[in-house]
């Protein structure tokens, strides 16, 4: 009954006129962001962030988190309209998408994805309201060796499931963390890492540097060298009466819906994990429960119902622990908690204590945020095509001079932009070689929690690095670390047995 | 793609020996009360990045990567050609900051690339270089009271900011 209070309390706050207002812009910017192949809801969030400057910082994070689930939305626009993934998170969206608008049946691939996306969603809030407060009440009595072992939960997680090159992800952690001590060493007052004495190192790196220079240069760089043919969109007819017959099918596939959702939403919690592999993982058991898994690939609803529920849904879970925990569950949130630490607003358990307001304004905001979503792009959909058509050769000079002024505005130091040019150029150039990037960006946003954490941690202990084991909370997480860390090594020496068998 | 595989791991690990090498100008061992040294935590970051280029070499030498693999060139002829055209581009508008300011420095880049690697008419062209400097004029300098550098343009900005601050 406290939660409906608070949760009521929560849209009071999401529907006066200003917040209400940036949630809408949000939505229509992040459907659009979404849509736009080459850029997914990262870039639009790290881009876009230091233009919220302008209103408090309750609805600069609503903003945010409206552009986070807009761009889910509008993410399966461009897969079933020009086969190609808007963002990472509709790449699953793709395989059942694209063949429903080559048959012509792109309307009933629109609709089922927009629809899906609202009830993956809204089941996602749900579960996150009943689940929120009750996390945040226990993470109230973690201590620094608690907070430390989350930390290395959430790298952990990267090394251990995300499927990338090992060395080259621990690489990204490890520089991201290094990048993040540059600056004064808060606990002496001495000034370290101070490269060739620049003084604009005195102020450490901030995190936006490194995230616009990957996801707004380097992203731009990447796309441009990738996207050399032209691609040839759909024609997509829409009428109500379509939109009506279309509903009856989807209905049926609703048990594919609640499953992918709360798919999704588990996998967005962990940390890292996000909400590419959750709609990943979402097509793959919805295939693989379906009755006729063979119409899968060929424009099945029931294909394009399972990523797009599943992706919402994992947007929501990622946000869970960075609200509760104070780790985020994707790069996306981890940028929004970068930012809600610019704001002064400290993510973790006691942000429902003593920012119930904003916490559940926020909350409210997401319902909201949905409902608009889905609205707007039902209702806007042959706008959202005709954007489509704009050349990349002007989207991506206006994200350049959006990444210079976005790169500047929040230090007010060229600097800054200088280094946010060598982080973009640097990052492209390792992106060819599949360094994953995600991981640097994650841990330089992480690293001055978990560099005192640590500190504090081994201080308590005398220097005793058993604490992060034996404490009766921390424990426990540092062991699921630790086998997440040994997980592909395990894997490896599988894979060698097995073939040995096989010779 | 192999060749720049291992370059970028010999220049990786170089960093990573630069980052431990800098990262011991402040204590890096245990210092009785207080914990951990200033610099042990980049110390220590910098020592496994440099492992894990170690490990990135050789999983090189036994091919064990996809890029190590790969015959392709790191950057064929198209992707060089766009990466010093853009990536020139981004740099030069940045360094124009430094002398005409944000104003001048983001017509001329917005110019340059929709009228000469877009192709697009003048008017567009126009149409986007001359809208996006007014429109981040009144989102940051005025509405943000954010002022970005104006380099030598300064003095011509002097009325508006009668006008508008």
Known sequence: MEILQHLSDGFLIALQPLNLGVVILGVVVGLFIGAMPGLGSVNGVAILLPMTFLVPPTAAIMFLAAIYYGAMYGGAISSIMLGIPGASTAVATTFDGRPLAIKGQADKALTAAALASFFGGTLSIMLFTGFAPALATIALDFGDPEIFALMLLAFATFIGLSGDDIPKTIFSICIGLVFSAVGLDIMSGEPRLIFFDIIGFMHGINFLVLAIGIYGIGEMLWTIEITRGESSMSKAVITVERILVNLKELLKTWKTGVMSSVLGFFVGILPAAG??????????????????????????IAGVVAPEAANNAASTGSMLPMLTLGIPGSPTTAILLGGMVIWGLVPGPRLFIDETEFVWGLIASLYAANFFAVVINILFIPL?????????????????????????APTQDMHDVWLMLMFGVGGYLMRKLDYPLAPAVLAIVLGPIAEPALRQSLLIANGDASVFVTRPIAGPITIVALVLLVLPLLKLIRDRVWKRKLL | MRRAEIVTAVLMAAFSIYLMWKSAELPVGWIPDEGPGGGAFSFWLSAMMLVCCVWIAINWVRRASPPSRSDAPFMDSFARNKFVLVGGGVTAMIGLVHFVGMYGAIPAFLVYYLRFLGRHSWLTTLAIALGAPVVTFF???????????????????????????
């Not at chain 1, 006729?292 to 099945?300: A, H, I, L, S, Y």
């Not at chain 2, 343009?153 to 508008?164: A, C, H, R």
């Open chain 2, 139 to 165: 989102f940051f300098d005025v509405a943000l009271r954010i002022v970005l550098p104006k380099g030598y343009l300064e003095p011509l900005f002097y009325p508006l900011y009668d006008i508008f601050l």
């Open chain 1, 275 to 300: 909400a590419t592999p959750g709609s990943l993982m979402a097509y793959g058991v919805a295939k693989m429960t379906s009755r006729n898994p063979e119409d899968f690939g060929k424009g099945e």
């Open chain 1, 384 to 408: 959202f095509l005709w954007m489509l058509k704009m050349p990349f050769t002007v989207l991506a000079p206006i994200i350049f001079v959006l990444s210079l002024v976005g790169g500047y």
